[in-house]
């Protein structure tokens, strides 16, 4: 099924039902009273979160969604019914926006719930409007219309770390080698194209699709997944040993991010120099001073076959979450 994070609905919450004029009957007096029941109220358009990423596939082709109207009221003061809620399910992350008003509405928690739109209230039956002087009321109200209007649905992931780079750049590999997501690995361009997330000692660690110049301005695979690195507390960038120039790559990169948000700018980065099996100690050395002084921070060297280097990316990474979950 394919993976979709994004979604624009229309979506109508139930109608009140209305009130009604009825009399209580007793027998010889035809009319001994007012007893016309309040109609039910309409039902609400929810949102629930799941810990699913691939919910929202299963309304890959429902674009509209109608809550039930409540009943009308009954004769003997019966109440109608009310409307039944209709609930969409949305993975934890999401962002929903409120195309009319502009509201948004984000969900953190598995469960979490939110009412998108309420169900109108239901009509008042002729007992509201029995008085001294009007003993026998013929009035009732209608129910009132239930709110309505478009939702665009965002998801952003809530991860801890997310890895970027260019396509290649080992991510998919790296994310399987600290965690057991079984990201799909190959030697083309675009094998991710969905984000993958594996859980690392308790943290969550997602795989961003591979990124190319231009993908700010919607290139490649576009911003579409740029924005679920915007929750991270680390960005992971792995820059490949196969660049012949590490410098460009790396600057090609940031600026496809600070370009997409700034709020990415000043954000945690691991600089990584990725697949250095492929090097002698000598290029590796060099290709690692020339990183070092582009990003102004420690460069990392790993490879995902040499256990060593594997371990201590992994303890890096490790202490780094723990001391920004002590700040």
């Given at each position: 099924?394919?993976f979709?994070d ?10 009140g ?5 009825r ?31 691939g ?29 039944e809620n ?5 993975p ?8 009319t ?5 984000e ?5 979490e ?16 409007f ?16 239930g ?8 998801l ?20 399987n080698s600290?965690?057991?997501?079984q990201?799909?690995?190959?030697s ?5 194209l969905?984000p ?19 993908s700010?301005?919607g290139k ?40 997409f ?15 250095a ?27 995902v ?11 890096t ?11």
């Open positions: 099924m394919a979709i994004e979604m624009h609905i229309h979506a109508r919450a139930g109608h039902g209305n009130g009604v004029v009399w209580l009957h007793i027998k010889g007096n035809e009319k001994a009273g007012p007893a016309g029941g309040d109609g039910g109220r309409g039902g609400d358009i929810i949102l629930r979160a799941v810990r699913d990423l919910v929202l596939a299963r309304y890959r082709y429902a674009k509209k969604f109608n809550a039930e109207n409540g009943a009308p009221g009954g004769s003997n003061d019966k109440h109608g019914r009310d409307g209709i609930v969409i399910l949305v934890v992350g999401t962002v929903a926006k409120n195309c008003t502009q509201q948004l509405h969900f953190f928690e598995d469960g719930e939110q009412i998108i739109f309420k169900g109108g209230i239901g009509g008042l039956g002729n007992p509201h029995k008085s001294s002087t009007n003993q026998n009321p013929k009035e009732s109200t209608p129910g009132k219309p709110q309505a209007g478009d939702i665009h649905i965002t952003k992931l809530i991860a801890d770390v997310g890895l970027v780079g260019f396509p290649n750049a080992g991510k998919s590999s790296l994310l600290l965690t057991r997501a990201s799909k690995v190959g083309y361009p675009f094998t991710t969905d993958h997330l594996g859980e690392f000692y308790g943290y969550m660690i997602a795989d961003i699709p591979g990124l190319i110049e231009g700010s301005s490649g695979l576009g911003s579409k997944f740029l924005r679920h690195i915007e929750r991270t507390k680390i960005i992971g960038h792995l820059v490949s040993a196969e660049q012949e120039d590490v410098v460009e790559s790396y600057h090609s990169i940031r600026k496809e991010l600070e370009s948000s700034g709020n990415l700018e000043g954000k945690e980065e691991l600089v990584v120099l990725s697949k099996d492929l090097l002698t100690p000598e290029e590796l050395s060099e290709k690692m001073k020339l990183l070092a002084k582009a990003s102004g921070k420690t460069v990392i060297p790993l490879s076959i040499d256990d060593t280097l594997l371990k201590a990316f992994s303890d990474l490790a202490q780094r979450l723990e001391a920004l979950e002590k700040q």
